[in-house]
T-cell receptor, first 110, second 113 residues
């Protein structure tokens, strides 16, 4: 069974700082890995999908890296803004099955 | 483009009542997933359909839960009879089976009193 750990559980930073969110997983035989954002009381928004053959994926201020062999992924958010405040979830996929971490709750202070 | 649509958004019911949650996946997506999210257990996959056929229902907690997908644009998750421990947010997600990038709906917040 895939176990996913996200560190830290919570993070509070002043606006403008770069964010580094870590994810580790136990089963490296993944198909891909998705990073999601969840706002309070809302659904999950897909931020980035990184295929198992890729080392990184970028979208705007977001960059995700993947080291499949060591079971790690990192999400970098550059120049954080108060609108980035949310919970970020990492989800490696074994075939169709996503396994979710508990998430990192980010607060960006204006 | 419309995303995944779920209804109702909120449901409050009494223990013992039947509850039906509905989902319309993104047009063209052939995979559909039902998830449940609670504070204690996080996000759990309940059931996975591919081309309208249930492929993996190992996450369905017990016989009180059932799911159907009568066509490519509609799925239901039914709980009968409902119990207070079923209170959670239920999400539907869809994807293309070629990419497996999942897109989530806004969820249905279920409260069973």
């Amino acid at each position: 069974k895939q176990e996913v750990t996200q560190i830290p559980a919570a993070l509070s930073v002043p606006e403008g700082e770069n964010l580094v969110l870590n994810c580790s997983f136990t089963d490296s035989a993944i198909y891909n890995l998705q990073w999601f954002r969840q706002d309070p009381g809302k659904g999950l928004t897909s931020l980035l999908l990184i295929q198992s053959s890729q080392r990184e994926q970028t979208s705007g201020r977001l960059n995700a890296s993947l080291d499949k062999s060591s079971g790690r992924s990192t999400l970098y958010i550059a120049a954080s803004q108060p609108g980035d405040s949310a919970t970020y979830l990492c989800a490696p996929a074994n075939d169709y099955k996503l396994s979710f971490g508990a998430g990192t709750t980010v607060t960006v202070r204006a | 483009d419309a995303g995944v649509i779920q209804s109702p958004r909120h449901e409050v019911t009494e223990m013992g009542q039947e509850v039906t949650l509905r989902c319309k996946p993104i047009s063209g997506h052939n995979s559909l997933f039902w998830y449940r999210q609670t504070m204690m257990r996080g996000l759990e996959l309940l059931i996975y359909f591919n081309n309208n056929v249930p492929i993996d229902d190992s996450g369905m907690p017990e016989d009180r839960f059932s799911a159907k997908m009568p066509n490519a644009s509609f799925s239901t998750l039914k709980i009968q009879p409902s119990e207070p421990r079923d209170s959670a947010v239920y999400f539907c997600a869809s994807s293309l089976s070629t990419t497996y990038e999942q897109y989530f709906g806004p969820g249905t917040r279920l409260t069973v009193t």
